[in-house]
């Protein structure tokens, strides 16, 4: 079974530029949520999809970042316009909804760097 | 204050050693807790939930005193490929919602 994958894997770009991350979960996976590392910190929460629907979006720093989940398959999060305190390594994580365990399998993240 | 507290260590320790770490968390309504590890610029990946009760996988024991609101690893005869960043993890009660609370890891390595 694949896993949890995530497009692109770096990308480096200047600041006030856009960029877009996709995240692709595990077939069947209902929840989606999205995670970022930045330098010298913790993983920390960013929001949480059930299907295409936001469940919690708490931890979006501001309004240049959006998150989508059309038909609730994979998401985007864009990035716009970006700044130099954005970079970090953003994780993708899903669950399966029922499950016992509620294990968040993590994708590779993608590494961005604003310049 | 941290959510989650962890002693970053790094932690140097000859192979065959016993190591542990330990973890502190500041929400005393947390329900689940766990361990992740996470190799150098990889993904991570979960070792072990921790129980009440204490639970024990091979060579890793985990703990947990709510009371103390404290979380704990235990790594016997350690092994090479154990060097690692261990984090610990607390689910934040948000209802209908699963936001996982990162420490800041501990980072081991294990020398020959």
Not at chain 1, 33 to 53: P, T
Request: a neutral charge; hydrophobic letters at 30%; glycine letters at 8%.
């Amino acid at each position: 079974e694949a896993g949890v994958t995530q497009f692109p894997s770096h990308s480096v770009i200047e600041k006030g530029q856009t960029v877009t991350l996709r995240c692709d979960p595990i077939s069947g996976h209902d929840n989606l949520y999205w995670y970022r590392r930045v330098m010298g910190k913790e993983i920390k929460f960013l929001l949480h999809f059930v299907k295409e629907s936001k469940q919690d979006e708490s931890g979006m720093p501001n309004n240049r970042f959006l998150a989508e989940r059309t038909g609730g398959t994979y998401s985007t999060l864009k990035v716009q316009p970006a700044e130099l305190e954005d970079s970090g390594v953003y994780f993708c994580a899903s669950s399966q909804r029922e499950r016992g365990e509620l294990e968040q399998f993590f994708g590779p993240g993608t590494r961005l760097t604003v310049l | 204050r941290k959510e989650v507290e962890q002693d970053p260590g790094p932690f140097n320790v000859p192979e065959g050693a016993t190591v542990a770490f330990n973890c502190t968390y500041s929400n005393s309504a947390s329900q689940s807790f766990f361990w992740y590890r996470q190799d150098c610029r990889k993904e991570p990946k979960l070792l072990m939930s921790v129980y009440s009760s204490g639970n024990e996988d091979g060579r890793f024991t985990a703990q947990l005193n709510r009371a103390s609101q404290y979380i704990s690893l235990l790594i016997r005869d350690s092994k090479l490929s154990d060097s690692a960043t261990y984090l610990c993890v607390v689910n934040e009660p948000v209802q209908g919602a699963q936001k996982l609370v990162f420490g800041q890891g501990t980072r081991l390595t294990i020398n020959p």
